[in-house]
């Protein structure tokens, strides 16, 4: 009986089933569920870099028929044109002080630099930069800067002291932070979360002890990870040409960290310009050259450190930065105006390059300043070192007579610089604010 009860229900089912398929003799087909999309009309549209979008839709008639226009890649298409108007540089005394109001009361003698001042041709070649690369970025709109970026840069001027042919290279520009260098030699703190981290500086000296460089012992495992990667043996052309070049990169910066000492982003006041603009042609900057900074009124002696990429200017270390605005950090600037002085002496570098000596650093920029002609009243930040003593070895438990103590565990070997252990960072990052 209750074999027959579901017999009779599973042919009901299929009954109604067939109904619904079935109407009028021909078979209804199944609806299905239409997503139901948000819409919105945009005349503009501002992307998350600051670009503004202006789009519209234009459609025109064809003889083409559906069957010949949809298998046409070209009947349906977008033109994206990215336009730029590109800014002149500052070059009146007017324009300077829009961005930096102080100047001219720091540089009493502007007016007198200005008149004979010559636009450098590197502002017309960081432009260049630019153009390039959002040329070579414009098929991923995310890789387009964003637009304090790209307008980073107010001037740059070659200004000539008249009374004693002290030359310097005027930079307006905004602060962005740089956190690279190591150094094995001093137990200093580091900053390594940058996505952009180099263990190197161009600033550099001979190591002086035997105590390793704290980015050694990661740049070996990872030449470690990639040399296993590459006997594996499974792998395409492309992807073992990428691997060897891995490998040879690493291999160089071993042995740069076993042979010098850097700068510490984190703990050295140094600035940096483009690639392109130290020591390409006569006159330029060069490494260890001595810099003034110039932020909110304050002057802080620097020297210049590092190159960075040719298509933004306007960076300095992580010491400064967070002198400028305390919550600076890898992806947080503190100036994302253009009003920031750099002011670099060529030709004033000292060599051999040594370790930082922040006193006589500063005497060299006070004494440069003076013959620029700077005001005698600025206010100066004095840097004050962040180096600590590196923790001695814990000494052995002497044996006891009648009690034999069991060998104490080692000491954590010299050199191993704590505070540089990228487990435990040696400062939180604040929320993230562009810093590209």
């Given at each position: 009986?209750?074999?027959?009860?579901?017999?009779?229900?599973?042919?009901?089912?299929?009954?109604?089933?067939?109904?619904?398929?079935?109407?009028?003799?021909?078979?209804?087909?199944?609806?299905?569920?239409?997503?139901?999309?948000?819409?919105?009309?945009?005349?503009?549209?501002?992307?998350?870099?600051?670009?503004?979008?202006?789009?519209?839709?234009?459609?025109?008639?064809?003889?083409?028929?559906?069957?010949?226009?949809?298998?046409?890649?070209?009947?349906?298409?977008?033109?994206?044109?990215?336009?730029?108007?590109?800014?002149?540089?500052?070059?009146?005394?007017?324009?300077?002080?829009?961005?930096?109001?102080?100047?001219?009361?720091?540089?009493?003698?502007?007016?007198?630099?200005?008149?004979?001042?010559?636009?450098?041709?590197?502002?017309?070649?960081?432009?260049?930069?630019?153009?390039?690369?959002?040329?070579?970025?414009?098929?991923?709109?995310?890789?387009?800067?964003?637009?304090?970026?790209?307008?980073?840069?107010?001037?740059?001027?070659?200004?000539?002291?008249?009374?004693?042919?002290?030359?310097?290279?005027?930079?307006?520009?905004?602060?962005?932070?740089?956190?690279?260098?190591?150094?094995?030699?001093?137990?200093?703190?580091?900053?390594?979360?940058?996505?952009?981290?180099?263990?190197?500086?161009?600033?550099?000296?001979?190591?002086?002890?035997?105590?390793?460089?704290?980015?050694?012992?990661?740049?070996?495992?990872?030449?470690?990870?990639?040399?296993?990667?590459?006997?594996?043996?499974?792998?395409?052309?492309?992807?073992?040409?990428?691997?060897?070049?891995?490998?040879?990169?690493?291999?160089?910066?071993?042995?740069?960290?076993?042979?010098?000492?850097?700068?510490?982003?984190?703990?050295?006041?140094?600035?940096?310009?483009?690639?392109f603009m130290v020591g390409k042609s006569p006159g330029q900057p060069g490494i260890g050259d001595y810099a003034v900074v110039i932020a909110n009124g304050t002057l802080y002696p620097a020297i210049l450190g590092d190159l960075g990429p040719n298509s933004k200017i306007g960076e300095a270390s992580l010491r400064i930065c967070r002198e400028i605005f305390p919550d600076s950090g890898a992806?947080?600037?503190?100036?994302?105006?253009?009003?920031?002085?750099?002011?670099?002496?060529?030709?004033?570098?000292?060599?051999?390059?040594?370790?930082?000596?922040?006193?006589?650093?500063?005497?060299?920029?006070?004494?440069?300043?003076?013959?620029?002609?700077?005001?005698?009243?600025?206010?100066?930040?004095?840097?004050?070192?962040?180096?600590?003593?590196?923790?001695?070895?814990?000494?052995?438990?002497?044996?006891?007579?009648?009690?034999?103590?069991?060998?104490?565990?080692?000491?954590?070997?010299?050199?191993?610089?704590?505070?540089?252990?990228?487990?435990?960072?040696?400062?939180?990052?604040?929320?993230?604010?562009?810093?590209?």
């Open positions: 009986m209750a074999g027959a009860l579901v017999l009779f229900l599973l042919q009901l089912g299929c009954s109604r089933k067939q109904n619904s398929i079935l109407e009028n003799g021909h078979p209804t087909p199944t609806a299905s569920p239409i997503p139901i999309l948000p819409r919105k009309n945009y005349d503009t549209a501002k992307l998350f870099n600051g670009i503004t979008l202006k789009s519209s839709v234009d459609c025109n008639p064809s003889e083409e028929t559906a069957l010949v226009a949809g298998s046409d890649s070209n009947s349906y298409k977008m033109d994206i044109t990215l336009h730029v108007r590109w800014p002149k540089a500052a070059t009146s005394i007017a324009d300077l002080q829009a961005a930096t109001p102080e100047i001219a009361e720091l540089l009493p003698n502007l007016n007198s630099l200005l008149s004979n001042a010559v636009l450098s041709p590197d502002f017309a070649a960081l432009l260049g930069h630019k153009e390039k690369s959002l040329r070579n970025n414009l098929g991923q709109l995310q890789h387009l800067p964003y637009r304090d970026s790209l307008f980073d840069c107010q001037t740059i001027l070659d200004l000539n002291h008249s009374g004693n042919s002290r030359r310097a290279l005027f930079i307006q520009a905004i602060m962005n932070v740089n956190t690279d260098g190591s150094d094995g030699d001093r137990n200093l703190p580091l900053d390594r979360l940058s996505l952009t981290y180099q263990p190197q500086t161009n600033y550099r000296w001979a190591k002086k002890s035997d105590r390793p460089n704290p980015c050694l012992r990661e740049e070996v495992s990872q030449l470690a990870l990639t040399e296993a990667e590459l006997g594996s043996g499974t792998m395409s052309a492309l992807q073992k040409s990428s691997l060897e070049a891995r490998s040879t990169s690493a291999k160089a910066t071993i042995a740069e960290l076993k042979r010098w000492s850097f700068l510490s982003g984190t703990a050295d006041p140094f600035i940096v310009l483009p690639s992806d947080r600037r503190p100036v994302s105006r253009p009003e920031v002085v750099y002011l670099v002496f060529p030709g004033t570098a000292e060599k051999p390059f040594a370790a930082p000596d922040y006193a006589h650093w500063s005497e060299r920029c006070h004494a440069l300043w003076k013959e620029f002609g700077g005001s005698e009243t600025a206010l100066w930040h004095e840097w004050a070192s962040l180096e600590k003593p590196w923790p001695t070895p814990t000494p052995t438990p002497l044996s006891s007579p009648t009690v034999v103590e069991p060998p104490s565990q080692p000491s954590p070997a010299v050199g191993t610089n704590r505070a540089a252990s990228p487990s435990q960072p040696t400062s939180s990052l604040p929320s993230p604010t562009p810093n590209l």
